[in-house]
């Protein structure tokens, strides 16, 4: 046991973020950043653009130098870590980061390269997620919200303590988005604790547990969403940030994102 390590305790977070603090170069993106996700919570991030909220991400999956501590289940985690399984974690990208020429499938069972049962376990987590019918289609053939299904099952497969998720509802209508809120819903309900960034506010406001808004990289109010949509600090930091009428941008606490 290193100086840094502890005996995760029933009282630990799942993921405890500390004084966490990012620079690129003269640029403080991340400043003095703290909040906790429980076990078999969703806590939103949530902010106008550029105040910090992938940053954090990608600090917490260990993608950049940062001063702070950030514990998973009570453990610190290492400054520099090669995979993100190792650490219980798993995320989605913005930009999906799928593979267009192999199947749903195969996609799908990259995470678990080298495991005998891969395709069994790729197989289970496709049916869980009502996928299975699109198991051998090619990835360049689905529709957009079908992609974001997949990448979601993708992240999904190496069955992470910690889900990060970046922008899921981003793009997608509201059909598509009830039915995300709802397997986010099911992946907090078997014990697992999700993190996500998000820009469309009603979709945070009725799915979230706890929300967290950042601003210029510090945070500027944390609560329950009935807490944040009341809180004036809030409501400040959106003012000014045009709609863009497609569901994407904050344009005030009160409407769509
Ligand atoms: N690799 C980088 N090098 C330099 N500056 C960066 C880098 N990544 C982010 N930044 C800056 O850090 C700040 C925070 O960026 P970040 O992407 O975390 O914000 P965000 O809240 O996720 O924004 P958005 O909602 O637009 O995705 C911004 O000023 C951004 O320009």
Do not use: W
């Amino acid at each position: 046991m290193n100086s840094h390590t502890t005996h995760p305790t029933h009282s630990d977070p799942r993921l405890e973020v500390d004084q966490l603090t990012v620079r690129f170069g003269g640029l403080t993106a991340v400043d003095n950043v703290s909040f906790d996700v429980q076990p078999s919570e969703v806590v939103a991030l949530i902010g106008p653009n550029g105040a910090g909220k992938t940053t954090v991400f990608n600090a917490v999956c260990r993608l950049l130098r940062c001063a702070g501590t950030i514990k998973i289940d009570g453990t610190v985690t290492p400054r520099q870590t090669p995979k993100l399984g190792g650490l219980g974690l798993s995320r989605t990208l913005q930009g999906l980061g799928l593979f267009s020429s192999m199947t749903v499938l195969e996609n799908v069972r990259l995470p678990l390269v080298g495991k005998l049962n891969a395709i069994d376990i790729a197989t289970a987590q496709l049916a869980e997620l009502d996928l299975s019918h699109l198991a051998d289609r090619q990835v360049s053939e689905l529709s957009y919200p079908d992609r974001k299904r997949v990448a979601l099952a993708r992240a999904l497969v190496t069955d992470p303590k910690l889900l990060l998720l970046d922008e899921p509802a981003g793009g997608l209508g509201n059909e598509d988005i009830a039915t995300l809120s709802q397997t986010v819903r099911d992946v907090a309900a078997s014990g697992r604790s999700v993190l996500l960034v998000e820009h469309h506010v009603d979709f945070v406001m009725d799915l979230a547990d706890r929300i967290v808004v950042l601003d210029f990289g510090k945070v500027i109010a944390r609560g329950t969403p009935d807490e944040i949509r009341t809180n004036p600090r809030v409501e400040e930091a959106y003012l000014g940030v045009a709609a863009t009428g497609d569901g994407t941008s904050p344009a005030g606490m009160g409407g769509t994102a």
